[in-house]
């Protein structure tokens, strides 16, 4: 047998468009640097598991990377490292260009919420010697995966004072953590007649936090008074406290490296975290970039993006109105001339599940980043879709840096659909389209994505900031 390729072996080279594994465009230096960058975010995510925690640990690194908080009444030069914490739920991270906003700024928007379980403004109640928390899920989630597995509490409480205690339970090792019971086998012959998705109703997912009484000859609820009695202790919270606070309860599961090869990450958040480590790891190490740098990491994309924390808020526009106003410009066109990626997760094409994906056109995992052109459902409705020209221009910058990516759409027409910020940003007349990585499990407590991947959407934003 010749070595030689066949005529249709060189022809199919030249005009055939094949995915490819990340392997035959990373060196095995490469996949090394994958495997170090992911050291780093598996850090992020055992840290920081809120929207909150997220902005708290970006501040951290931002700071000791330079970076000052953002005042709109100086003027920046090139270089100048900025960050703008929105109410400590959301956060910019921005590097001045020598070009400034004067040909538009280079955004990455990722998210920094998660679908999980907030707490109902007055949770706490007592029942057959028992104290439980009422909850009111947040987010896309399956309620039948959040039971009979540990949780742990995250959040804020404003004291009648005013003053606020922050509260994290339930992670460090020795820590008590928290649970919501499913019935046992032997008696579920009701619930197991319930369709998949009612296993496990809304009113159902309530939160065990006790079971020992105040000791006392008489009164009532004293299960509920001691857990009182305790977080008073502790926090110097009072009942009425839980209506000025924001409490979330996440799976209080490890992070850890997936399989025996250890190519994969399991951990509760990925989406959309996997996308916003990278965007803001891009903007710590971009060094005087042609156009100022925008990281955007955004609260309350799960629910829609409403809220003056969320991208559908005006927050982002009036962080770039100001730098146009420093030089000069109007903030309408420099947004005009502003480029997006909306970097957020994709449903990687799971083998057990084949039917969902349309799979000539489904992304997989470990295929480097997935350009999601349109998300949407049901036609394309609520989706911002990239035009053929912006499509173009980050295929150029993204082959040119020989950065590992695919395209990936959101599941088989009609089978569902989802959204991501990018029509939010697109609304204000930038250019956007989705990228990033994807996930296997999504929104499930334990998401699952694969290192290589993460680098690539890594690589992806840098180049992308450096354009
Ligand atoms: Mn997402
Ligand atoms: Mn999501």
Redesign the pocket.
Known sequence: MSNEKSAADLLKEELCFEKKHFSVQMSDEELKNADDFCEGYKDFLATAKTERECVDYMIEKAEAKGFLPFDSKKAYKAGDKVYYNNRGKSIILAVMGKKGVSEGAKIVAAHIDS?RLDLKPTPLYENSDLAYFKTHYY??IKKYQWVAMPLSLHGVMIKKDGTSVKINIGEKKGEPKFVITDLLPHLDKEQSKRPLLEGIKGEELNILIGSRPFKSDSGSELVKLNVLKILNEKYGVTEKDFISAELELVPALEVSDIGFDRSLIGAYGH??RVCAYPAAIAAFNVEEPEHTLISVLADK??IGSDGNTGLNSAFMKYFIYDLAKMEGLEGRDVLSMSECLSAD?NAGFDPTFPSVHDKYNCCTLNHGCVITKYTGARGKSGTSDASAEFMGKIRRILDSANVSWQIGELGAVDEGG?GTVAKYVANLNVDVVDLGVPVLS??APYEIVSKADVYSTYRACYEFFKS
């Open positions: 679908p987010g896309g989406d959309d994309e799960e997760v989802g999504m929104h």
